[in-house]
């Protein structure tokens, strides 16, 4: 087995003579295996090496198990690294918290012992669980690729040279070679879908043809060269079409929906897979499917709510995908003479006085500026907020206009609309909305008195 395993890895080139490699060992048969088979690589290629053990403390026997592993590994010579896993509560989302907790100790011994290849010992049995588990809740093309044999991860590279084994393959070797190792328990409940499937499901499948084990294996692999070609049309789309703005991402529509239904869908796959997915965002086949329908519709402003307060808000020729927030925000300011606001981290808004210029600061001197004249006619204090629903402004003495729909006439999408300041007399009487629109009570008689300027300046 060793041969076998030997000319795998270096066939794909999974080391090189004189590395550094750290082994993820948990103390049952895989990762025992995995250990003795290194060690013996080891010595053929001068490698170094290093295990790091989890004490998930799920179980009694896990403090004597992470012991023997500590003594066996100072017998052998190997640098040996553990921590504990101290959180209390153990009864939510068990596994994918536990797992979280050993890659992130994983990463960190990479980047702290300047080791750039960890090895784990996961197998095909494992491979074809996984497959079988994204099949069963629903899951992107790309993600049922199922364990990778060979990804980046921290600050260099995960690999799972025992992908080509069964377990029964692996418990065979640890029997004819004596090797010590430990059962979980746990791995016997059938509380967790992955040791359902282990226990109920595999056999089965395995019994109805010897080869399923390959079978999946081969289907993993088709998937992987399948999302190569898919990548190489949609990245330059993608490139293309989607921007990175300080609130989410701001993709163009226009092309996207000449495309035929097949890149559609691979396109927003791939966009919330680089987007959201990473922040915990589950997106289902059937949100796709939804997203799909809404964003070829001819209505020129639709919505759809994701999980986490993530919305994908449509905009003529473009949709955003952002943080849902209110329309209706708390901001709310107000001015006298020679005050000044910073509305946003690219808005500044000041009143100067007739006699007393104000001096704006120093970081906001190159934003584009606009200004209005306040006359005597306008009692103070201004009061600054966003819009709110009835909003009208008076374009002469005897037309108002609801703001709402200046902006429609505009063209103007939500997202800037919910963006937009008004500025109201002491009468609550709006008489300016920066950038879009005067009211023509802004507007100076020959006979008024010219008392203060607004200035705003925006950083675009």
């Known amino acids: 087995m060793f041969q076998e395993f030997y000319d795998h890895c270096k066939r794909n080139e999974y080391w090189l003579p004189n590395q550094k490699i750290l082994l993820a060992v948990s103390g049952g048969v895989d990762s025992m295996v995995l250990l003795e088979l290194m060690q013996t690589a080891a010595q053929k290629d001068h490698l170094e090496l290093a295990v790091a053990h989890i004490d998930h403390q799920l179980r009694v026997e896990s403090k004597t198990e992470a012991a023997y592993l500590k003594s066996y590994c100072q017998k052998k010579e190997i640098s040996y690294y553990s921590k504990v896993w101290e959180q209390l509560d153990k009864t939510k989302n068990t596994e994918a918290r536990a797992r979280k907790f050993r890659y992130d100790f994983f990463s960190e011994l990479m980047a702290q012992e300047e080791i750039p290849t960890l ?9 074809a ?45 640890a029997k004819e070679s004596e090797i010590v190792y430990f059962e979980d328990s746990s791995n016997q409940s059938d509380t967790y879908m992955r040791n359902r499937l282990r226990h109920q499901v595999v056999p089965v499948l395995k019994k109805e043809n010897a080869k399923f084990l390959q079978h999946v294996a081969d289907f993993s692999e088709q998937i992987t060269l399948a999302d190569e070609i898919i990548q190489l049309v949609i990245e330059p789309k993608y490139d293309k079409w989607v921007k990175k703005t300080t609130k989410g991402w701001l993709v163009q529509l226009s092309e996207l929906k000449q495309e035929k239904r097949s890149v559609q869908t691979f396109f927003l796959m791939s966009l919330f897979q680089r987007t959201i997915v990473p922040e915990g965002v589950a997106v289902s086949r059937m949100q796709i499917e939804q997203l799909l329908l809404l964003l070829n519709q001819p209505a020129p402003q639709l919505s759809m709510d994701f999980e986490q307060g993530w919305q994908v808000m449509k905009e003529y020729n473009t949709f955003y995908l952002k943080k849902n927030e209110l329309t209706q925000r708390e901001n709310l300011f107000q001015l006298n003479g020679n005050d000044h606001v910073f509305l946003s981290e690219k808005e500044w808004l000041g009143m100067e006085t007739a006699g007393k210029k104000i001096e704006p600061p120093e970081s906001v001197k190159d934003w584009t500026e606009i200004s209005l004249l306040i006359t005597e006619q306008t009692p103070l204090p201004l009061t600054v907020r966003h819009r709110q629903d009835g909003d009208r402004i008076s374009l002469t003495p005897s037309l108002t206009k609801r703001l709402n729909r200046l902006f429609i006439d505009q063209k103007i999408p939500n997202l800037i609309r919910d963006q937009a300041w008004v500025i109201l007399s002491a009468e609550d009487k709006i008489i300016w909305v920066p950038k879009f629109a005067n009211s023509y009570l802004s507007i100076p008689k020959e006979t008024d008195k010219i008392l203060y300027r607004l200035l705003y300046k925006i950083k675009e």
């Open 129 to 173: 669980e996984t497959i079988l588990m994204k099949l069963t809740r629903g899951s992107a093309l790309p993600n049922l690729v199922g364990i990778r044999a060979r990804q980046s991860f921290g600050n260099g590279t995960l690999i799972r040279p025992f992908l080509i084994f069964s377990k029964e393959r692996l418990e065979q070797f």
């Open 119 to 127: 090895l784990t010992a996961h197998h095909s049995d494992d491979q």
